[in-house]
């Protein structure tokens, strides 16, 4: 596990002089940078014609930061592939979804698919990682940049007979397909395989298995570039390999990351979002559990590009964000970009020091971090966070569902963020976790907007249910086979006889102006809900006004040593965070959830631990302050004053940490 707390940036020196170079490294010392990324974007410098690669400015340039104490995150320079590579070859270029073939310029212009850009893909890297790979220096790698962000699903010619070759094994025969697709509906049925479309534009929606599942072949592909490219690195070097990602993009970062050694995450959220900043740290974590993530891009200050700009972070919400992710297991922190670019397309963006070599409105903030880093560095690295019981499931399959069906415009990633930021505001401490983690260490389990759950979901929740767990299944969760279709057994397929209900309807509340109470609290109800006749369960949420006065919306039901809970509408308003944080406090005081503290909102404690101690992290993350109350006695870990039991104060952006000695 984590030996150093990283202090990091994105560095291209093959854009800039050597008098530069030399200035750059001066200036992060003085701003406390410890580790580097290079390479990423600069395939055109290794190998400026075909087949001639040198990489001695790279190899050199790893060995002249570490002598100054900076190690390096050698990068692949896929997503920005050569002239060499693209002229001339539009059947090598990205296509999107309206037949749009892409131009050589911007990046990841080309079909991550084609056999050349695979064969040249992978020669690069191998020759990078024979280079560099042996070197200490070198402590990860970074498979190319942000998969799929600017592009999703590619529509070449490439493409399409891969998509011929997945489906056929994935279903065997086209029966099965035509079967499993309900493809006599509306004439589309096939008779081979080659004859099913990309669901390129067409004059009204496509059928959704075949949207869902094109966006499932294209996540199966990028994750196998990966994979392949993992391998290559793995012949010359034992430094861990990861790819920076964000649930923004068309991958399915859990897939990304079954073969890479840690997870990393880029993220520009403003300060008014830190929900979505806290949502990414308790997500990436549980992405690799044997080793901790990191924050790989950040910005200073602001984000940018020749056509947009965000707000730059008031003054201490950077080191807010940075002691927050060490505190919920970051092993480093980083920026992009180091210095400011002088040409391309985002020479705007916020960096530490600008084109001209001076400090940039963010340097100062970035000096905070670098003070911050090295006062909490040593309890860091003596703690461990705490195992979270409450978890609520992530899936990106889930995110693909969404695109197909976003029902009035509904966004999966939002919808997540929103209800973890109920969880987050009533200050249990959680995990998010992907749809294939093991439930061990849980008490609590969400499981919202899974359109489909798979029977091992399934089996792996009754187990922990059985074990003594609290499941809350929904809402919008179950409605749909993994094909992408209607169950024609019970509306929410196997569920129901787990759950001891019946759904009676499904319908969308919005507008219904439909309200339930769940103990004694009412509030009004939406989106696309289910509704329950509660059989072998017990209805603890009733619907009072609407158009199924009477009907559960709220079920619970015994199994074993555990519950499953039913929520089959999402409250909303004020009234429904009131009544989600009666549901939250409900279950998880049934289900003995005791990581819980009492801090106000905007607010966090991260808790961590070792064999002797407690160690909570506190930090106001919304520039208000805030307050938390300590349970008990404890010690200040910076100033080692005595603190008493009761509450403490946190100034805007302040963090404090206080140790608890365990009860032996
Ligand atoms: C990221 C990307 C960086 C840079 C940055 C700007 O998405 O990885 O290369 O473009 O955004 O915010």
């Known amino acids: 596990m984590t030996k150093k707390l990283y202090h990091g940036a994105a560095y291209y020196p093959e854009l800039w002089t050597e008098e530069a170079i030399e200035q750059d490294i001066k200036l992060m010392l003085e701003a406390g940078i410890n580790v580097a990324r290079i390479g990423e974007f600069a395939w055109s410098t ?6 001639n690669i040198d990489l001695t400015f790279f190899a050199n340039m790893i060995k002249r930061l570490n002598e100054h104490g900076i190690e390096t995150v050698m990068c692949t320079p896929t997503p920005t592939p050569p002239i060499w590579l693209t002229h001339n070859h539009p059947e090598r270029m990205h296509v999107d979804q309206e037949g749009n073939v892409m131009v050589h310029g911007s990046r990841q212009q080309i079909c991550t698919n084609n056999p050349v850009f695979r064969e040249k893909s992978a020669i690069i890297t191998e020759e990078i990682a024979k280079a560099v790979g042996h070197f200490p220096e070198v402590i990860a790698w970074q498979l190319d940049n942000e998969f799929k962000c600017h592009v999703s699903e590619c529509y070449c010619e490439t493409c399409k007979s891969l998509w011929h070759q997945w489906l056929e094994e994935k279903y065997g025969t086209i029966d099965q397909l035509n079967e499993a697709w309900g493809t006599d509906i509306w004439s589309q049925y096939y008779h081979r395989f080659d004859q099913i479309p990309q669901p390129k534009k067409a004059p009204f929606l496509h059928n959704s298995s075949l949207r869902t599942m094109y966006q499932l072949f294209s996540f199966e592909k990028i994750a196998e570039f990966a994979d392949e490219q993992a391998a290559i690195i793995r012949k010359y070097s034992s430094a861990p390999i990861t790819h920076n990602s964000t649930t923004f993009f068309h991958v399915d970062n859990e897939r990304i990351f079954e073969n890479l050694d840690f997870a990393s995450f880029d993220t520009y959220a403003e300060k008014s979002n830190f929900a979505s900043y806290l949502f990414n740290n308790d997500l990436w974590r549980n992405l690799k559990k044997d080793r901790d993530y990191w924050i790989m891009e950040t910005s200073p200050s602001h984000a940018a590009s020749l056509e947009s700009h965000s707000a730059p972070h008031p003054n201490g919400y950077l080191k807010a964000e940075a002691v927050a992710a060490y505190a919920l297991g970051a092993e480093a922190f980083c920026y992009w970009l180091w210095r400011q670019q002088r040409s391309g397309c985002e020479q705007p963006h916020g960096s530490v020091i600008s084109a001209w070599g001076k400090p940039t409105i963010g340097f100062e903030n970035v000096q905070e971090v670098e003070a911050a880093r090295k006062e909490i560095e040593s309890i860091m690295l003596s703690t461990r966070p705490a195992q979270a019981e409450v978890a609520i499931t992530y899936s990106d399959i889930s995110r693909a569902f969404f695109i197909t069906e976003p029902h009035r415009g509904l966004d999966y990633r939002s919808l997540m963020i929103n209800f973890y930021e109920r969880v987050l505001s009533n200050g249990y401490h959680r995990d998010l976790i992907p749809e294939h983690s093991n439930l061990e260490g849980y008490k609590l389990l969400f499981t919202p907007f899974l359109h489909h759950v798979s029977s091992e979901y399934l089996d792996m929740a009754t187990a922990f249910v059985e074990d003594g767990g609290v499941w809350v299944v929904g809402p919008l969760t179950g409605g749909r086979t993994e094909n992408h279709t209607i169950h024609t057994d019970a509306a929410l397929g196997a569920i129901e006889e787990i759950a001891g209900v019946e759904t009676l309807y499904t319908y969308p ?29 017990k209805a603890v949420g009733v619907i009072k006004e609407g158009i199924s006065i009477g009907d559960a919306f709220i079920t619970e039901h015994k199994r074993g040593q555990g519950k499953i809970v039913m929520l089959g509408s999402l409250p909303e308003g004020e009234a429904g965070d009131l009544l989600v944080s009666e549901l939250l406090n409900h279950y998880a005081q049934e289900a003995n959830v005791q990581l819980h503290t009492d801090v106000t909102k905007g607010t966090i404690v991260a808790p961590r631990h070792n064999d002797e101690e407690d160690v909570w992290v506190m930090i106001n993350m919304d520039g208000k302050g805030g307050s938390v109350t300590l349970p008990t006695t404890g010690t200040d870990a910076l100033t080692g004053a005595n603190l008493s039991k009761g509450i403490i104060e946190i100034g805007p952006f302040e963090h404090k940490i206080v140790r608890f000695q365990k009860n032996l």
């Open 509 to 537: 509340m919005d507008g219904t102006e439909s309200v339930g109470e769940f103990m004694n609290t009412e509030a009004p109800l939406s989106l696309w809900s289910a509704v329950f006749n509660p059989k072998e369960a």
């Open 46 to 51: 290794m190998e400026k014609e075909e087949g």
